[in-house]
T-cell receptor, first 114, second 111 residues
Framework: NAGVTQTPKFRVLKTGQSMTLLCAQD?????MYWYRQDPGMGLRLIHY???????AKGEVPDGYNVSRLKKQNFLLGLESAAPSQTSVYFC?????????????FGPGTRLTVL | GESVGLHLPTLSVQEGDNSIINCAYS??????FIWYKQESGKGPQFIID?????DKRQGQRVTVLLNKTVKHLSLQIAATQPGDSAVYFC??????????FGKGTTLSVSS
């Protein structure tokens, strides 16, 4: 199993440009998440999905949109990038078991907005 | 708002010492807690978790202690090795929501 994969690994955008980050998981997990991580900060939840076709807002959803058309994929979109969105983005997935909800993370996408 | 935090942003130890990383949480309704390790340039990696009805759980070289009275969580690493150098995050889970992460403690192990 590849686990959780993210593409691209790095990207530089100009202010106002748009892009989509792709997250894929091959573990048949129901739940998927997008986080951003800034220097000296923990992970902050942007959006999450509890199943195919469903999405919900997290702690910092403004400026981002998401889609979960297939169970294995979770897309994060930036319609008009801003320098404040410069960050490292992590995707995670989990299969709620009723006992624990351990999240498995991807390797991250480093995004710079100029 | 309620959040999970760590007492110290950095911790430096000598190889072979035991390390203790602390975390305070504020939501007594959290039903379990997880410790993650994040190495430079990588995503967080699961280390160990503990449910709120437990006060101690042991893994390989790691022990997590939970004190619900003072809402405190700790991660103990025995015989710390250079490969343990990383940022450690605690996270709390509340039913119906996603994990809430603390800011992290950077552990530096010197030989």
């Amino acid at each position: 199993n590849a686990g959780v994969t993210q593409t691209p690994k790095f990207r530089v955008l100009k202010t106002g440009q748009s892009m989509t980050l792709l997250c894929a998981q091959d573990m048949n997990h129901e739940y998927m998440y997008w986080y951003r991580q800034d220097p000296g900060m923990g992970l902050r939840l942007i959006h999450y999905s509890v199943g195919e076709g469903t999405t919900a807002k997290g702690e910092v959803p403004d400026g981002y949109n998401v889609s979960r058309l297939k169970k294995q994929n979770f897309l994060l979109g930036l319609e008009s990038a801003a320098p404040s969105q410069t960050s490292v983005y992590f995707c995670a997935s989990t299969r709620p078991s009723g006992t624990t909800d351990t999240q498995y993370f991807g390797p991250g996408t480093r995004l710079t907005v100029l | 708002g309620e959040s999970v935090g760590l007492h110290l942003p950095t911790l430096s130890v000598q190889e072979g010492d035991n390390s203790i990383i602390n975390c305070a949480y504020s939501n007594s309704a959290s039903d379990y807690f997880i410790w993650y390790k994040q190495e430079s340039g990588k995503g967080p990696q699961f280390i160990i978790d503990i449910r709120s009805n437990m006060d101690k759980r042991q893994g390989q070289r790691v022990t997590v202690l939970l004190n619900k009275t003072v809402k405190h969580l700790s991660l103990q690493i025995a015989a710390t090795q250079p490969g343990d150098s990383a940022v450690y995050f605690c996270a709390e889970h509340q039913a119906g929501t996603a994990l809430i992460f603390g800011k992290g403690t950077t552990l530096s192990v010197s030989s």
